[in-house]
């Protein structure tokens, strides 16, 4: 316990102690030994705080007895005293004293000093000098009489008993004591007189401290001179000769501090001069002379009024005889304080001396200089009072003393070898010199001399440092531009300046030094004060000063009165041009000190380090870069090329015909010898390989030049990078996400993947609180090795393999999840890169991807639905790296859009748009956000395009920023405008939805301008269709609004299919060899520019119809791709449909003029072709009688012949309108047709006439069939064994028939369906592929009705026997899958399972067609989610046994997005019903997969089903197993929400309620009518409850009846949670009985079961 605690135990106790104990002297007595000695250890140095608070404590302890004072005060004053309890007695008396017992204090006080005499100064031992101090404090009471009695007389006795001991007693009593010592001066003189001229140090030396306490308190003049007199003898010798000169010289010191008493008088000061110059005539010491010199300068100081002429003459005489040089300089800096103000004018008595000493000043001798110097400022001190008659004076000065060869005396080498004393001259004559002569002396001069008083500040001892800092400030505050010298100075000397083991201190001198050098420029003006903090920014930085510079600058900022703030903001463009210009630890370490104190400086120096870590050049530095940079300039890294050209020296034609002279083996073995002995003398060669040498070195050369430039300006920015690290994490926040998102960037590439890895865990060390700092480190060191990077990494992260990391970070993450915990915003901005890695770079194909991304998303997630508040502004998503999110989650959902991570996904995308809303507590979105937004809005994936457009309609607050109207295309605005204005015309009609919300959103003021026109033609030549096509739709729709704006769009899309048309020819050389390939021809983009044009066509005017049509005949039907050609046909078409009529008489002459003036060629013939059809399209505009028609029909009929599928539809379609003007020759040309479709030897020709036939059938009707007999000879042909062509082309025929006529040629569907049959297996190949062509073309256009008529005969024939009518049922079942679908709905749950039991048929070529008849129906899903996993099912289906798990564990993971359609119901319920049959996990999972699909399934779609479905359900709800029945009983009532109440289920259910057969088959029942009556509603759950209640109500229900019934009340409570609140009290009337009753054992339990979780269904009520 510490005196303190001591005390204060003491005085508590003392304020509960009675009367009765203060009486018992005894026990009184011990108590206040420990209390005395409690409050000796206690009091200390009796500071008066200290004393203030114990005596607080005591007289509250004794508060309830005042008088317990008085008996302390007896108590202790009476009793035996110690060292430790006097300080307790003064304190007593003190204490006493202050409350109003002065008689008492004074009746006690002589016995008190008794004790303390005793005690204090007759001790035979040192006593602490804290309980003297404490002791003496009494004698603050005593009086004269008293003291001389009593106290002098005790300090006499002590000096002759133990001096050693008493004479510091004797320095506290004196500190102690209130009274005026004058009358004591002969008593003390007599005591310590003997002790100071006493050869023992330890009395002289105690004396000191005594004599000057004593000065003080002296305050009467006859006193001071008895006191000087008496200090004069004793240096006399009056006790005893002083032998030790530096005893002599402390008392000459002596007497010189009673100087700064209390004498002022001039005849003292006269007395003390006389005294000294008398003593110095006996004084024989140099340095005790010069100390008496220097103590008479202290009285001479005191000098007001005159100066004696004996004192003038002492000087005159020191000047020129004053003993030694240091003497005669003491004299003169003693002038100094004689000769001032009113006494300055005597000084002119010794003009002359002074001048006889410059006179003789030798520049070759430093004292002599000195002495020069010193004359020299006393009469520059003279020459001030009037300068009018100074230039003599200035002049001899200027010669002497600052000439070249003295002005070497100011040089620091000379300055370190001369003392203070010479020091102090010198800056006594460069004040002056400056002050009063700077523009004579010139500015070369004044910097010297300025820097020689800052030289003597910095190197020399306190006198001479203080004389000359406070020369520097008076001279800076007479001129301010002398601060630039002064900075300059500091600047030179710290760079120049390093720490030496010899000299740790020096540092914290130069910093002492520099503080005092700014507390001069504090008192200049505000710019001055800028000027120098910002000129000495990077000195102070150095690390020559660190760690004593520590908060340096703070200091300098303070004591200028400069806020850092303002500071940085002010002069931030020139704080970076120092950091960048200076790549040194100086501009870092200022950068790490500005950090921290000017927040505006962060985000440009951030700026600043990423713009060069974003550099493309640092990407392009490769490792063998680094090796060259690291190998010596000059000296070749390359050596694999010197080897090239040792082993081309000798080459093998120089080896001779093998013969038995010259072997083989014996010439490779001398020719390997003289390449050796080459190798030694060192290889010559050749001029060709000189020059290859230099052209080399000097490759590397530059390589090196690049490198060291990069990593130079790299290293700085990285270093710039560390240092603003160091500012508060709370500055540092908003640049956490891009400076994490360049580390990983930079982390992968050679130069900087070192500096990388630091910088990353730096931030992690410094972003993560302490309470993540462990899942910090890791997730910095796991970012690291997961990206690989090409450096060394520490050998101590590597101890922990990969994977095991890996799987602990996940758990981590995981826990976090469960526990709520979330990271900071700029934790997170860390963890990102970690998370981005588990979702876009992990292996997507491995088992745990799924979960762990799933995990990281979830994650994000958490972090991301956090806002900020009041409390915490920087917890919020402003920090968070909301662009990168937007991008990883758009890019990774087109890389996989369908599952869970899928969703997750799209809802990162949707809360980020959430988060950044500019709603409170949430970021507001920039264009860099908006930028990513767009870019994935062309997405192909029409949800992401869906989920985009909602995330932007979210964000309507930033775009409202964003948009505003503006014509220039690369604005973001612009941008905005076009992506929006293009969705609302996309190919996806919920895209089209979300499109036009977005644009008629109110608060983003969407306009419609020409700039948006500019922007979808870059769509339009977008290589995907779905850009095309809404890019030409939204073109057409704005062309509505701006009629104007028609003739410009349609000119730059002319333009630009112009510039897209011409693909640059291949680069040859003068050989014709190709030395640059032609590049790829990008035709997707002219097809683009083709749809647009076809948009527009409505909206055209004559003479720009005239202008497209120039284009399109003939440079767009010669188009390079076919493709283009077909498009810009239909271009043609739609001019000629929509303006036909108007521009007949303008387009038909240039299509005949085109036919008749273009030579035959194969270039031109394609054009023709399409020119005919072009002008066929233009006679539907004619007149029927009009006798241009014939003509372009026979060119039609020709046309056909072209092998080209486009042209030969295009004829078709152009046919048919013409035939009611051709009826006369029909008949002809149908005949023709037909001899050509099965005769001709070529095939385009016979698919050109099958294409006429089904034109002209339907130009002539159907009847045209069976009049002209046409259908006789068709089946005639395909029944012709012989000729495979006949067959071909007659099967060609019903292919284009169906397609042309669709529904209308269903009548004779069912008279080809044999025939299809048959053809199916035909052993010719083309034969077949015609066959699978017309069958896809017929199912393809049959309607409903048509289905019932095909569907029974191709089911018929799959139970026939021979096997090809089998196989072409099963091939004619699968083209059924080409129906469109609503017949498709409603024919393949009739197909499907016909075609599994096909699977299984005997011959191996009926199998392989079910199978690939299955294949085909997979093929047409178009539910992405089940697309993908279509392998799996078609492998369940085939092989059951093997491929049922697998299949059905991708269904369990998969998470339903998009619709479900027909096909795929198909393909997954024969599967699942399947595995109702099996054990009990694939029962639990079929059930949940039915529950999950069954919520995007069409009930038209689902119905045919039912059958199949519900009998497994009902067999999986009776399972033994709970889970399987909770899934079954949920999947009945996801049936029976989406498709309404089934027939017989509700009946069913209820009969097994109440079975006698099983408790389970009572417990699944009851389960699921459950879920069956909450997707029936609250209206039949309210019917079936009465029912139920009603049936309890009878006593006589037998025991499984009523379990069944109140099994229900186990279930509704779990269905129906809180909403099953209303129904306990209606149930509570059945359920008592029973329970009183005890009808069976199972029957109460079950009650009281159902009454627990009623109970606590109402209390979550």
């Known amino acids: 316990?510490?005196?303190?605690?001591?005390?204060?135990?003491?005085?508590?106790?003392?304020?509960?102690?009675?009367?009765?104990?203060?009486?018992?002297?005894?026990?009184?007595?011990?108590?206040?030994?420990?209390?005395?000695?409690?409050?000796?250890?206690?009091?200390?140095?009796?500071?008066?705080?200290?004393?203030?608070?114990?005596?607080?404590?005591?007289?509250?302890?004794?508060?309830?007895?005042?008088?317990?004072?008085?008996?302390?005060?007896?108590?202790?004053?009476?009793?035996?005293?110690?060292?430790?309890?006097?300080?307790?007695?003064?304190?007593?008396?003190?204490?006493?004293?202050?409350?109003?017992?002065?008689?008492?204090?004074?009746?006690?006080?002589?016995?008190?000093?008794?004790?303390?005499?005793?005690?204090?100064?007759?001790?035979?031992?040192?006593?602490?000098?804290?309980?003297?101090?404490?002791?003496?404090?009494?004698?603050?009471?005593?009086?004269?009489?008293?003291?001389?009695?009593?106290?002098?007389?005790?300090?006499?006795?002590?000096?002759?008993?133990?001096?050693?001991?008493?004479?510091?007693?004797?320095?506290?009593?004196?500190?102690?004591?209130?009274?005026?010592?004058?009358?004591?001066?002969?008593?003390?003189?007599?005591?310590?007189?003997?002790?100071?001229?006493?050869?023992?140090?330890?009395?002289?030396?105690?004396?000191?401290?005594?004599?000057?306490?004593?000065?003080?308190?002296?305050?009467?003049?006859?006193?001071?001179?008895?006191?000087?007199?008496?200090?004069?003898?004793?240096?006399?010798?009056?006790?005893?000769?002083?032998?030790?000169?530096?005893?002599?010289?402390?008392?000459?010191?002596?007497?010189?501090?009673?100087?700064?008493?209390?004498?002022?008088?001039?005849?003292?000061?006269?007395?003390?001069?006389?005294?000294?110059?008398?003593?110095?005539?006996?004084?024989?010491?140099?340095?005790?002379?010069?100390?008496?010199?220097?103590?008479?300068?202290?009285?001479?100081?005191?000098?007001?009024?005159?100066?004696?002429?004996?004192?003038?003459?002492?000087?005159?005489?020191?000047?020129?005889?004053?003993?030694?040089a240091h003497t005669r300089i003491a004299y003169l800096l003693a002038a100094n304080s004689f000769f001032k103000e009113d006494t300055l004018s005597l000084l002119e008595l010794l003009e002359d001396t002074l001048l006889a000493v410059v006179d003789k000043t030798a520049s070759n001798n430093v004292l002599s200089i000195a002495e020069g110097l010193a004359a020299g400022a006393l009469l520059m001190k003279l020459a001030g009072k009037d300068l009018g008659d100074s230039e003599v004076m200035l002049g001899k000065i200027k010669e002497k003393l600052l000439a070249s060869n003295v002005v070497n005396v100011l040089s620091s080498k000379v300055l370190s070898a001369i003392h203070d004393d010479e020091a102090i001259v010198l800056v006594n004559f460069i004040k002056p010199l400056i002050f009063l002569f700077q523009a004579q002396i010139g500015a070369d001069l004044t910097k010297s001399l300025t820097s020689t008083l800052l030289d003597i500040a910095l190197t020399k001892t306190y006198p001479s440092t203080k004389a000359a800092i406070s020369a520097v400030k008076e001279l800076l505050q007479s001129n301010e531009e002398l601060s630039t010298i002064v900075i300059n100075y500091l600047n030179v000397n710290v760079v120049n300046y390093s720490k030496t083991d010899d000299n740790p201190y020096r540092a914290l001198k130069f910093i002492t030094f520099i503080k005092d050098i700014f507390s001069i420029v504090a008192t200049l003006s505000t710019g001055t004060k800028e000027r120098c903090v910002l000129d000495v920014l990077l000195m102070i930085m150095s690390p020559n000063l660190k760690p004593e510079s520590n908060g340096l600058l703070e200091y300098i900022a303070n004591v200028c009165g400069i806020d850092l703030y303002k500071f940085g903001e002010d002069h931030s463009d020139k704080i970076l041009a120092m950091v960048q210009e200076n790549h040194t630890s100086e501009s870092y370490n200022l950068v790490s000190n500005l950090s921290k104190h000017c927040l505006t400086l962060i985000t440009p120096f951030f700026s600043l380090c990423l713009d060069v870590f974003e550099r493309p050049a640092i990407k392009c530095i490769t490792a063998e870069d680094l090796e060259i940079h690291r190998t010596p300039s000059g000296t070749l890294w390359k050596t694999s090329l010197l080897d090239e050209f040792e082993k081309s020296v000798v080459v093998d034609k120089n080896i001779k015909r093998e013969s038995s002279l010259y072997s083989f083996e014996d010439q490779k073995w001398a020719m390997e010898m003289e390449a050796k002995l080459n190798k030694q003398k060192g290889m010559t060669l050749t001029k060709k390989q000189q020059d290859d040498l230099k052209a080399r070195l000097d490759v590397e050369e530059g390589i090196r030049t690049n490198v060291d430039d990069l990593k130079k300006d790299f290293n700085q920015k990285f270093n710039i990078m560390m240092s603003c690290l160091d500012a508060d994490i709370v500055h540092i926040m908003h640049s956490i996400a891009r400076i994490s998102s360049a580390s990983m960037e930079i982390l992968t590439y050679p130069l900087t993947a070192k500096h990388a890895t630091d910088l990353l865990i730096k931030l992690c060390l410094k972003v993560f609180p302490d309470s993540f700092k462990d899942l910090g480190f890791l997730l910095g060191r796991l970012s690291v090795r997961l990206h690989d990077p090409p450096c060394q990494i520490n050998p101590d992260w590597l101890g922990e393999p990969l994977e095991d990391a890996f799987g602990r970070c996940i758990e981590q993450l995981k826990h976090m999840l469960v526990t709520g915990f979330t990271l900071s915003s700029a934790s997170f901005a860390l963890a990102f890169p970690f998370l981005r890695y588990i979702i876009q770079k992990a292996s997507m194909t491995s088992e745990d991807y799924e979960e762990n991304a799933v995990v990281a998303l979830d994650v994000i997630l958490a972090h991301l639905k956090k806002r900020a508040s009041a409390d915490n502004l920087f917890d919020g998503p402003t920090f968070m790296p909301m662009e990168d999110l937007l991008r990883m989650s758009c890019e990774t959902f087109e890389r996989k859009p369908i599952g869970p991570v899928g969703m997750k996904l799209l809802s990162v995308l949707q809360e980020v748009c959430s988060a950044s809303n500019g709603d409170p507590g949430c970021a507001i979105a920039g264009d860099g956000e908006v930028t990513v937004l767009m870019d994935y809005l062309t997405s192909p994936n029409d949800v992401l395009r869906v989920n985009i457009l909602q995330g932007l309609k979210v964000l309507s607050t930033a775009l409202s920023i964003i948009v505003y109207e503006s014509s220039d295309v690369k604005t973001l605005a612009n941008r905005l405008s076009t992506a929006v204005w293009m969705s609302k015309f996309d190919v996806v009609s919920t895209v089209q939805l979300a499109g036009t919300a977005l644009w008629s959103d109110p608060s983003c003021e969407f306009k419609i301008h020409p700039g948006i026109c500019d922007g979808l033609l870059v769509h339009v030549v977008s290589p995907q269709e779905h850009l095309q096509l809404a890019a030409s739709l939204a073109i057409a729709n704005i062309l509505e609004e701006l009629e104007d704006s028609i003739g410009d769009v349609l000119e730059k899309l002319m333009n630009l299919y112009i510039k897209k048309a011409d693909i640059p020819k291949p680069i040859l050389d003068d050989m014709g060899r190709i030395l640059f390939a032609a590049p790829a021809d990008k035709w997707e983009e002219r097809t683009g520019i083709a749809e647009a044009l076809t948009k527009i066509v409505p909206f055209l005017l004559n003479e720009q119809l005239l202008n497209l049509v120039s284009l399109i005949v003939p440079r767009g039907l010669s188009d390079n791709c076919h493709l283009v050609q077909a498009k810009m046909r239909d271009v043609g078409i739609k001019v000629i449909n929509v303006h036909g009529k108007l521009v007949i008489d303008v387009l038909l002459p240039v299509f005949e003029n085109y036919l008749d003036n273009t030579p035959d060629s194969k270039a031109t013939d394609v054009v023709k072709q399409n020119v005919v059809i072009l002008m066929a399209t233009l006679a539907k505009h004619l007149k029927q009688d009009d006798p241009k028609v014939k003509p372009i029909v026979c060119k039609l009929m020709d046309a056909l012949s072209t092998p080209s599928e486009q042209v030969q539809v295009a004829v078709a379609e152009c046919l048919a309108p013409l035939v009611p003007s051709i009826k006369d020759v029909a008949p002809q040309l149908i005949q023709r047709i037909l001899y050509q479709l099965l005769e001709s030897e070529n095939y385009g020709e016979r698919r050109g006439a099958a294409h006429g036939l089904a034109g002209l059938v339907k130009g002539l009707g159907l009847l045209s069939l069976k009049q002209l007999e046409i259908m006789p000879t068709l089946i005639e042909a395909i029944t012709n064994k012989k000729n495979f062509k006949h067959r071909e082309g007659a099967l060609m025929a019903f292919e284009q028939l169906c397609t042309m006529m669709g529904t209308l040629f269903e009548p004779y569907v069912i008279n080809v369906l044999p025939h299809l049959l048959v053809c199916f297996g035909d052993g010719n190949q083309y034969v077949r592929e015609a066959t699978e062509k017309a069958s896809k073309a017929i199912m393809a256009k049959l309607s409903g009705h048509g289905v019932k008529?095909?569907?029974?005969?191709?089911?018929?024939?799959?139970?026939?026997?021979?096997?090809?009518?089998?196989?072409?049922?099963?091939?004619?079942?699968?083209?059924?899958?080409?129906c469109n679908p609503k017949q498709l709905s409603s024919c393949l749950p009739n197909i499907v399972p016909k075609l599994i039991e096909v699977m299984a048929d005997s011959h191996t070529k009926v199998q392989r067609a079910s199978q690939a008849a299955l294949k085909q129906i997979g093929s047409v899903i178009r539910n992405p989610e089940i697309q993908a996993i279509v392998h799996l099912l078609l492998g369940a289906l085939s092989d059951p046994s093997k491929h049922t798990d697998k299949c059905l564990n991708a269904l369990m993971r998969t998470s339903f997005v998009h619709k479900i359609d027909a096909p795929s119901l198909a393909l997954i319920v024969p599967v699942v019903t399947r595995s109702f049959e099996q054990r009990t996990d694939t029962k639990k999972a079929a059930a949940q997969i039915i529950g999950n699909m069954l919520v995007l399934t069409d009930e038209k779609d689902l119905k045919p089903y039912l059958g199949s479905i519900i009998p497994g359900i009902k067999s999986a709800l009776l399972d033994p197993v709970p889970d399987v029945r909770l899934y079954s009983a949920r999947a009945l009532g996801c049936l029976v929400k989406g498709i309404g109440e089934i027939d017989g289920l509700m009946d069913w259910l209820l009969v097994t309620l109440i079975s006698e057969q099983s408790s389970v088959d009572r417990s699944g029942a009851a389960q699921g009518i459950s879920e069956v009556m909450i997707g029936l509603g609250l209206d039949r759950l309210d019917k079936t409850m009465e029912e139920v209640l009603i049936c309890l109500e009878d006593e006589t229900l037998l025991p499984h009846i009523r379990e069944g019934y109140l099994m229900l009340f186990i279930y509704l409570p779990m269905t129906m949670k809180e909403e099953f609140a209303d129904y306990i009290g209606p149930i509570l009337t059945p359920i008592l009985p029973v329970w009183r009753l005890r009808v069976s054992l199972y029957v109460t339990l079950l009650t009281k079961q159902d009454r627990e979780l009623c109970s606590s269904t109402l209390t979550l009520q």
Not at 50 to 69: E, M, P
Not at 294 to 323: H, R, Y
């Open 1349 to 1378: 008529l095909v569907l029974p005969s191709l089911l018929k024939a799959l139970v026939d026997d021979a096997w090809r009518t089998k196989a072409g049922s099963v091939e004619l079942l699968g083209a059924m899958a080409y």
């Open 1 to 324: 316990m510490n005196g303190r605690a001591l005390f204060t135990t003491t005085c508590t106790v003392m304020s509960h102690l009675s009367e009765m104990f203060l009486k018992s002297n005894n026990a009184f007595s011990m108590f206040l030994g420990v209390q005395s000695t409690a409050f000796a250890a206690a009091v200390g140095n009796w500071q008066a705080k200290k004393v203030t608070y114990l005596r607080s404590l005591f007289l509250k302890s004794i508060s309830h007895n005042t008088a317990t004072i008085e008996k302390y005060l007896d108590a202790v004053s009476s009793g035996e005293m110690s060292a430790w309890t006097v300080p307790f007695l003064s304190f007593l008396l003190i204490t006493a004293n202050e409350n109003g017992m002065e008689d008492k204090v004074q009746s006690v006080l002589p016995k008190s000093i008794d004790k303390y005499v005793e005690v204090m100064f007759l001790a035979k031992t040192n006593i602490h000098p804290h309980l003297r101090r404490s002791a003496s404090a009494m004698l603050s009471l005593i009086s004269h009489e008293l003291f001389s009695a009593k106290v002098i007389a005790g300090m006499k006795r002590a000096a002759l008993r133990t001096p050693e001991f008493a004479v510091n007693a004797f320095t506290q009593a004196i500190s102690a004591l209130s009274l005026d010592l004058s009358r004591y001066v002969k008593d003390f003189l007599d005591i310590l007189g003997p002790l100071l001229a006493s050869s023992n140090p330890l009395l002289h030396e105690g004396v000191e401290p005594c004599l000057v306490v004593m000065f003080g308190e002296v305050s009467d003049s006859s006193a001071i001179t008895e006191l000087v007199d008496g200090l004069f003898k004793i240096l006399e010798g009056c006790h005893g000769k002083i032998a030790a000169y530096q005893q002599r010289v402390m008392v000459i010191k002596l007497i010189g501090k009673l100087s700064s008493g209390q004498a002022s008088s001039e005849g003292i000061i006269e007395h003390v001069v006389g005294k000294y110059q008398a003593y110095l005539k006996s004084e024989g010491n140099e340095t005790a002379q010069i100390e008496c010199i220097n103590t008479l300068a202290l009285w001479g100081a005191k000098i007001k009024v005159n100066v004696g002429k004996s004192t003038i003459e002492q000087f005159k005489q020191g000047f020129i005889k004053g003993g030694t």
